[in-house]
């Protein structure tokens, strides 16, 4: 179909082409290849924490990071308080500032994939003032110069990758140093286990009907409260990935909030609902009423049930987000890999002086 002047419309030419055979010349940087070697990357970051162990014994861990790095200490805390002997508590910060209440008794670990990130290095270097025994994870950068300078163990990630799509590399190294500190349990098997599901698992069909619901509406990722750091991911590799908006909130606090927010829905949106094995009986029926108020508010519901380890859960739930994200950004025919307007604003904010 054409215009009154005979030409082709873009909507007429986009009809015409075949998803994703035509649109993956807009992935400039071969994201794809990247986010389905997430088995691979397991496998090799899980390595890279051998041998490495705190001087000495710690009660608490901060994970301090941003973005794409930040999002470890998330998962980590998730994975750990599933935990019942779990004797440490983690805790996350993404600030300039490390909180009170930290000391000598604390194991810092700052990740920044860059080794540049300035909130970061900030929260390093507040947190070892107070007395905090640090661990590093970086592909370089300011960190590593930081980790040579004061003698702390830093583990040296491969180059070249966006931080978002590193986060193998971010979460599994640090794994592996608390299972050496022995604050918790060997996940080894479930790790080579996770390695095996990621490799033969198929879901990039499943991926590209997903990328299709979501798009020309806002995603809203739901998940129950402790499962929410899964869901954040998802949110933010459509922010990251597609450039494109989407929510997330955890059950059941959704019930007590943003749930009127559908009476005058205001947009297009489509639901994707994490559910896994793990919930209170309540919230499992708060899933199903949850389900039934939004699609009567006009929302679709996509349900995605995992099962399995929390670890498998996390990351299998992760490699379906990532993709869906990925050809979410075809969809808007956008390249996926370069983050062009968080680059500029961090040239704005100018140099930081720690």
Known sequence: MGDKSGRETKDAKKKRKVFPDDYFRYDKEDAYKIISSMHEHIREAYKLGLGIKPDRPF????????????I????????FEAEPTCPVAVDT???????????????????????NTEETLSMYKTGIRKGCQALLVSSGGKMEELAKLNKHAIIKLPKGLQPRMAIAYLFFPILRVMENSGVVRSYEQEVNG????????????????????CYEKIPLILADNSFY?????????????AKAPAFCHAL???????????????????????????????????IGLTKELLQHKGVAVTEIAVKGTMLKQMFTTIHLGDMTSYFLALRYETDPTPVKLIE???????????
């Open 59 to 70: 009660q608490r861990v901060l994970v301090a990071g941003m973005g794409g790095s930040g």
């Open 72 to 79: 470890a200490g998330d998962l980590l805390k998730e994975l």
């Open 93 to 115: 910060v993404k600030n300039y500032q490390t909180p009170t209440g930290i000391d000598d008794n604390t194991l810092l670990i700052a990740i920044s994939y860059s080794g």
């Open 194 to 213: 996770l390695v095996d599901t990621l490799k033969q698992q198929d879901i990039r069909e499943k991926a590209i009907e997903l990328s299709a619901k």
């Open 229 to 241: 750091p899964v869901a954040y991911r998802w949110k933010t590799q459509v922010n990251e990935n």
């Open 252 to 286: 059941p606090e959704f019930n007590h909030n943003e749930m009127l927010a559908y009476t005058n829905r205001i947009g297009s949106y489509y639901a994707v609902m994490l559910s896994t094995d793990r919930e209170h009986r309540r919230v499992i029926k708060r």
């Open 344 to 354: 500029r604003f961090k040239r704005d904010m100018g140099p930081f002086l720690i």
